[in-house]
């Protein structure tokens, strides 16, 4: 058994005593009383010795508590400064007036009689000015008004107490070897070659570290910035843009009717404000009533530009990739944004009203359905997932749609988002003629699987017992 000459020195002292105490033994070693702790700890990891932890609670008077000690209790102040009675106006003067009444009143000491205080004549002591004087032996509840009231305070003290165990006894009697040990050496050690001849301490290499906890950053921050990182070096820009945004490209400009479910209250946060709408709506406009110059026939009826004014939290970061490609009609256009957006979702395990979404979109005169396959393929690989299919979707503004799903042990195919080609009915409107990819998936969605969380708002609790253990390096989160 390995002990270090601290543990060897408590243990022989423990043999003499039995029982001691960290502050009797810290005189004795000439050790604080702290260290013997930690050496008694040790020592009780090897059965050697065992450590008592005892807690205890004393209360004490806080400086007020001490101060009403000699001057009385407010109630007791006030009781004494009138005659008989006195008006509830002069009482009022009193610097402990308020506090006083309540507790005179309810210690029956006085009764209020048509605005006037007039004493009962028994105003015996009351129980928290006979215990305020005797802390220690005030029943709980007394305790806990005097804490109340502001009057004293608890404290915690710990004591310890260390005993010799039967093994400590049986390994001492054997006996112990007391020579110095060498923990560190120094430079003249070594060169002079006196190392050899030093009793070296020797390392536990089966003991643990302690560990420590250097500030990281944020496990979804991290994998954000990956998303990021993988598009930059898969050629993307990326694109910002406000959470606020209008109805009109929130929705109209995808070619969402008028009176599509996504736009209702209950799915959306509608705010207060208008905003104005863009050049070129009027096409927006004709789309949705006839199909404009296109071969569609639109969703028809009458298109209201009121409601394209509105202005919501955006529920999709869609918004912004329309809006890139309405000011960027020519190709080449290879975007990306990822950023939080908001629904009116009930709060669960799998649903928060606000969460994180990475769009990209790429145009160019010859791009196919396949290009946007291979796109997601790509990405979601060097995500770190291997198997990706996809299946038949339908949103209201790309065709064909599809949704794109990864494979994981534990739970079968996931689906992780939405991709397809824009519709004409959406590219038409800002004169762009070549095909758009579009892709949108729940990087929350991707967080939860990556890193095995059973529920969401793991991510944005901040939980420091979790985001301390989250591992930052291996390329998997
Ligand atoms: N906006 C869709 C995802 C999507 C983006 C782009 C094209 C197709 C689908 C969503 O929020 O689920």
Redesign the pocket.
């Given at each position: 058994m390995q002990l270090t000459l601290n543990e060897k020195r408590l243990l022989l002292e423990l043999v003499k005593c039995g029982t001691t105490t960290p502050e009797e033994m810290g005189v004795i070693l000439d050790r604080p009383a702290d260290s013997v702790v930690q050496y008694g700890g040790l020592l009780s990891q090897k059965d050697l010795a065992t450590v008592e932890r005892n807690v205890t609670t004393t209360l004490s008077l806080t400086e007020e508590g001490t101060r009403y000690l000699s001057e009385g209790l407010p109630e007791r102040q006030l009781y004494n400064s009138f005659g008989d009675s006195s008006s509830m106006a002069d009482l009022n003067k009193h610097p402990h007036a308020k506090i006083g009444l309540g507790w005179m009143k309810r210690l029956g000491w006085v009764k209020i009689e048509s605005g006037n205080v007039i004493k009962t004549g028994d105003a015996s002591l009351s129980s928290l000015e006979i215990h305020v004087k005797n802390l220690d032996n005030a029943p709980a509840d007394i305790k806990k008004e005097l804490i109340k009231r502001g009057l004293a305070t608890e404290e915690e003290s710990v004591r310890y107490v260390i005993s010799i165990t039967e093994l400590g006894q049986k390994l001492a009697a054997a006996g112990i070897d007391l020579s110095e040990e060498t923990g560190t050496l120094t430079a003249d050690q070594i060169s002079s070659g006196a190392w050899k001849d030093l009793t070296l301490r020797r390392y536990d290499i089966n003991k643990h570290p302690r560990p420590v906890w250097p500030g990281k950053i944020h496990p979804y921050q991290r994998m954000i910035d990956e998303m990021r990182r993988i598009l930059l070096d898969m050629g993307f820009t990326e694109l910002h843009g406000s959470i606020v945004q209008g109805a009109f490209w929130n929705f109209d400009a995808?070619f969402q009717p008028q009176d599509h479910p996504a736009r209702e209250m209950q799915d959306t946060f509608h705010l207060a404000g208008k905003q104005d709408l863009p050049e070129g709506w009027e096409k927006v406009r004709d789309m949705h009533e006839t199909g404009g110059n296109t071969s569609s026939t639109g969703w028809g009826g009458k298109w209201d530009p009121e409601k394209a004014k509105a202005t919501v939290l955006r529920?999709?970061?869609?918004s912004l990739?329309i809006q890139h490609l309405a000011a960027h009609p020519k190709p080449p256009v290879k975007a990306f944004c990822i950023g939080r957006?908001y629904r009116r979702e009930a709060i669960d395990p799998t649903h928060l009203p606000e969460f994180e979404?990475l769009?990209?979109?790429v145009m160019d005169d010859n791009v196919t359905f396949r290009n946007l396959l291979g796109f997601l393929k790509e990405f979601y690989t060097r995500m770190g997932f291997e198997s990706v299919r996809f299946r038949p979707?339908y949103?209201p503004?790309?065709e064909p749609?599809v949704e794109p799903e990864v494979y994981i042990e534990e739970l079968g195919w996931v689906e992780l988002?939405?991709?397809?080609i824009?519709r004409e009915e959406v590219t038409a409107p800002w004169g762009i003629t070549c095909p758009v990819l579009?892709?949108?998936?729940?990087v929350s969605r991707v967080a939860m699987l990556r890193m095995g969380l059973t529920d969401l708002r793991q991510l944005y609790q901040s939980d420091i017992d979790w985001v301390r253990q989250m591992p930052t390096h291996g390329g998997r989160c």
């Open positions: 995808l529920t999709h970061t869609t990739s957006v979404q769009e990209g979109i979707g949103f503004y790309t749609s988002g939405g991709a397809g824009f579009a892709w949108g998936l729940g």
